[in-house]
């Protein structure tokens, strides 16, 4: 059986750093990771206490709730997102975002379960550094 190592929720909004801005003041949010790429928030990793959450802007394919997209979308992290990606396609799941190597370092993609809940399905391939990350998706976006 494919070892799931965590689990988060992943909020697209329009407006990622008023979003991080108000989970700061609200919450008492720490940004513990954040890249960008074309001006956007591609990740942020939100952390409040024992808890965590990621937020992103709208685009690639992610419009925010206020634009009719998923208002929630679960992030997994597992050894094998290939194995997990064939069990919940099997199990009658649908791709929106194939399973493919990521300049990142994960190798994941993103599938809807008949639910229309929108699964992120990613393993990583690659210990890279915050800065590496980021250097990869400014190499991308130029």
Known sequence: MTEIRSL????????????????????????????????????????VGPVRF??????????????????VIIALEVDD???????????????VFPIDDHDYGDRGGRLADPFGHHWMIAARRADLTPDEIQARLDATTR
């Not at 979003?19 to 954040?34: C, S």
């Not at 802007?57 to 208002?71: H, K, L, S």
């Not at 997102?81 to 791709?95: N, S, W």
């Open 8 to 47: 988060y929720p992943r909020l697209v909004v329009d407006g990622g750093d008023a979003a991080l801005d108000f989970y700061a003041a609200a919450l008492g949010a720490e940004i513990t990771d954040r890249y960008t790429a074309g001006g956007r928030i591609v990740h942020a990793m939100v952390q």
């Open 54 to 71: 990621a937020v992103k802007d709208e685009g690639d394919g992610d419009p925010a709730p206020t634009d009719g997209g998923p208002p």
């Open 81 to 95: 997102a290939d194995a997990v990606a064939e069990r919940m396609l099997a199990a009658g799941a649908r791709v």
